[in-house]
């Protein structure tokens, strides 16, 4: 062992997370599901609902069985849903390829969607306790912090050389509890903007600590202004509820359902008459809402519309429902589209309720 693995694995056994519900057994399965959830996501975050995803598919063949839409309602509001789209392929996958088992070999456990080598790492230590390095964002602050590595980890160079690290410290034994503990260090010590230097068992020998310069590491990627995009999302309200639609598969929100949307400033009549042949009344605008992702930033114009037709105007459809917000069905929907679906419910219930007074 490297002094590293052993100071770290010393430190683990008094102050490591061993009572995460994903530590409790060495079922696959199990820990395929919070190492999905657990990228760029906090633990505390997680735990909730990796509680609720395992309580309702407790097997991989439950996950395979299940529809697409029930999978992505359970993962509304923790972000990144090609991770939830991804969790359900790869259950189908391994239900017909595999016989419903993981591989235990890297390689094959590498070709699955949505699992990386870091990942497949992670799930092959903690479930067969098979020695391979990781590399999450935590294990690089600590490598480039303990070695003072320059250079931005995105760079294929700078990643290869943290490879090689990651390899040099994990050690031939209690491979599970130092992959454990090196994701628990950099979680709890060595965080990105308030490391804990004094509570470091790695400090002594800690070169960006003997430096004075640890917020330094890792070299943060280069600087680029977010852009700003634009939509108007209309909400089509009938007798029966508002009209939502399925996403394509692809691009941001992918599978999830939402709102019709058009350009800002769009004629939002003669574009909602050519795509579904309703006639729509738009009403006044509410308040803008930003949504932000990784490489932008999204303005929303949410814009009440009353529909004009006879009845419901079009019929429901695989891709397209009169969500009735007053009875949410199980269906995935994008954070914005959720917070403005309660906003209707709070907003028409209110409604409804004076109009019952006044009968």
Same mark, same amino acid.
């Given at each position: 062992?490297?002094?590293?693995?052993?100071?770290?694995?010393?430190?683990?056994?008094?102050?490591?997370?061993?009572?995460?519900?994903?530590?409790?057994?060495?079922?696959?399965? %199990?820990?395929?599901?919070? +190492?999905?959830?657990?990228?760029?996501?906090?633990?505390?975050?997680?735990?909730?609902?990796?509680?609720?995803?395992?309580?309702? /598919? @407790?097997?991989?063949?439950?996950?395979?069985?299940?529809?697409?839409?029930?999978? =992505?309602?359970?993962?509304?509001?923790?972000?990144?849903?090609?991770?939830?789209?991804?969790?359900?392929?790869?259950?189908?996958?391994?239900?017909?390829?595999?016989?419903?088992?993981?591989?235990?070999?890297?390689?094959?456990?590498?070709?699955?969607?949505?699992?990386?080598?870091?990942?497949?790492?992670?799930?092959?230590?903690?479930?067969?306790?098979?020695?391979?390095?990781?590399?999450?964002?935590?294990?690089?602050?600590?490598?480039? %912090?303990?070695?003072?590595?320059?250079?931005?980890?995105?760079?294929?160079?700078?990643?290869?050389?943290?490879?090689?690290? #990651? +390899?040099?410290?994990?050690?031939?034994?209690?491979?599970?509890?130092?992959?454990?503990?090196?994701?628990?260090?950099?979680?709890?010590?060595?965080?990105?903007?308030?490391?804990?230097?004094?509570?470091?068992?790695?400090?002594?020998?800690?070169?960006?600590?003997?430096?004075?310069?640890?917020? #330094? /590491?890792?070299?943060?990627? @280069?600087?680029?202004? *977010?852009?700003? &995009?634009?939509?108007?999302?209309?909400?089509?309200?009938?007798?029966?509820?508002?009209?939502?639609?399925? %996403?394509?598969?692809?691009?941001?929100?992918?599978?999830?359902?939402?709102?019709?949307?058009?350009?800002?400033?769009?004629?939002?009549?003669?574009?909602? &008459?050519?795509?579904?042949?309703?006639?729509?009344?738009? +009403?006044?605008?509410?308040?803008?809402?930003?949504?932000?992702?990784?490489?932008?930033? =999204?303005?929303?114009?949410?814009?009440?519309?009353? =529909?004009?037709?006879?009845?419901?105007?079009?019929?429901?459809?695989?891709?397209?429902?009169?969500? *009735?917000?007053?009875? @949410?069905?199980?269906?995935?929907?994008?954070?914005?589209?959720?917070?403005?679906? &309660? *906003?209707?419910?709070?907003?028409?219930?209110?409604?409804?309720?004076?109009?019952?007074?006044?009968?």
């Amino acid at each position: 062992m490297t002094d590293l693995s052993v100071r770290l694995l010393s430190w683990y056994d008094q102050h490591g997370r061993k009572d995460l519900p994903w530590r409790r057994d060495h079922d696959p399965y %199990r820990i395929w599901v919070s +190492e999905i959830m657990l990228q760029q996501t906090q633990v505390v975050t997680v735990i909730p609902y990796y509680q609720r995803f395992v309580k309702r /598919f @407790p097997t991989v063949q439950t996950l395979a069985a299940a529809p697409l839409d029930e999978v =992505l309602h359970l993962w509304t509001g923790l972000g990144y849903y090609a991770r939830g789209r991804n969790l359900h392929k790869t259950a189908k996958l391994l239900v017909d390829q595999y016989r419903g088992e993981f591989p235990r070999e890297i390689d094959s456990m590498c070709q699955l969607p949505g699992i990386g080598r870091s990942t497949a790492g992670a799930i092959l230590a903690f479930a067969h306790g098979q020695r391979h390095p990781i590399l999450d964002g935590n294990v690089k602050r600590i490598l480039t %912090r303990y070695h003072r590595v320059s250079g931005w980890p995105g760079r294929r160079a700078v990643e290869q050389q943290l490879w090689a690290l #990651a +390899e040099r410290h994990t050690p031939d034994t209690r491979i599970a509890d130092y992959t454990q503990a090196v994701m628990d260090l950099g979680a709890t010590i060595c965080r990105r903007a308030d490391p804990h230097c004094v509570a470091c068992p790695l400090r002594r020998h800690c070169a960006a600590h003997r430096c004075g310069d640890p917020h #330094a /590491f890792p070299t943060r990627a @280069p600087q680029r202004a *977010k852009p700003a &995009k634009a939509v108007s999302m209309v909400m089509i309200r009938n007798s029966g509820g508002f009209l939502l639609e399925r %996403r394509p598969t692809r691009g941001i929100w992918g599978g999830l359902w939402g709102f019709p949307e058009c350009a800002p400033g769009a004629d939002i009549p003669a574009i909602i &008459k050519a795509r579904y042949g309703m006639s729509v009344a738009p +009403e006044p605008c509410w308040e803008p809402i930003r949504h932000s992702f990784t490489h932008f930033h =999204l303005h929303i114009t949410p814009v009440p519309a009353k =529909l004009l037709t006879n009845g419901c105007g079009i019929m429901e459809t695989a891709d397209l429902v009169w969500y *009735k917000v007053h009875y @949410p069905d199980e269906r995935g929907l994008a954070a914005p589209v959720k917070f403005l679906l &309660k *906003k209707l419910s709070k907003t028409y219930g209110a409604q409804r309720k004076l109009y019952q007074a006044r009968s």
